[in-house]
T-cell receptor
């Protein structure tokens, strides 16, 4: 069975600090990987995705993530966070060809101005 | 823009009531999903549907049922609401995995309180 681990439950950073949120998954086959973001009071929206090709993917608002197959990881990064990045971030995985996603438990990011 | 619309943002119901949560999408997606979102537990899949009248159980189907009579509409039913079903319910939709890479689009959520 697939599962996703997000080790950081709550991260607090000052503006301009660098961000890295961890995501590890367990599945032996080919996967598609996603990061979703939920800003306060808003619906979940896609931040970035990896399907194949270059393991370093870029998303909206300056976020990027790197797929490291040997580590089963898909960590999210941003070099300099802003107050507006305060949100909850969810990593998700699905086996290629499957219809459903498996989500991690989420990481709440608080950015202090 | 893809639109997934959930009929209510907030609902308050009493224990034992039958509750219907409705979701409509306008992108002709084959797949539709119901999740519940609880603090510290992330999103957990309740049911999903990959076609009209088709449904599959997710990770936590107990106490819930679903209905998909039309492609654009997916309903979640709580036959007899209980306090442990107080939660945020999220609906999502996507194209079939054979057609696209399975990006799910989410509604705004329904916050259900069962008293």
């Amino acid at each position: 069975a697939q599962s996703v681990s997000q080790h950081n439950h709550h991260v607090i950073l000052s503006e301009a600090a660098s961000l890295e949120l961890g995501c590890n998954y367990s599945y032996g086959g080919t996967v598609n990987l996603f990061w979703y973001v939920q800003y306060p009071g808003q619906h979940l929206q896609l931040l970035l995705k990896y399907f194949s090709g270059d393991p370093l993917v870029k998303g909206i608002k300056g976020f990027e993530a790197e797929f490291i197959k040997s580590k089963f990881s898909f960590n999210l990064r941003k070099p300099s966070v802003q107050w507006s990045d305060t949100a909850e971030y969810f990593c998700a995985v699905n086996a290629t060809g499957a219809n459903n996603l498996f989500f991690g438990t989420g990481t709440r990011l608080t950015v202090i101005p | 823009d893809v639109k997934v619309t959930q009929s209510s943002r907030y609902l308050v119901k009493r224990t034992g009531e039958k509750v219907f949560l409705e979701c409509v999408q306008d992108m002709d997606h084959e797949n539709m999903f119901w999740y519940r979102q609880d603090p510290g537990l992330g999103l957990r899949l309740i049911y999903f549907s990959y076609d009209v009248k088709m449904k599959e159980k997710g990770d936590i189907p107990e106490g819930y049922s679903v209905s998909r009579e039309k492609k654009e509409r997916f309903s979640l039913i709580l036959e007899s609401a209980s306090t442990n079903q107080t939660s945020m319910y999220l609906c999502a939709s996507s194209f079939s995995s054979t057609l696209a890479k399975n990006i799910q689009y989410f509604g705004a959520g329904t916050r259900l309180s069962v008293l």
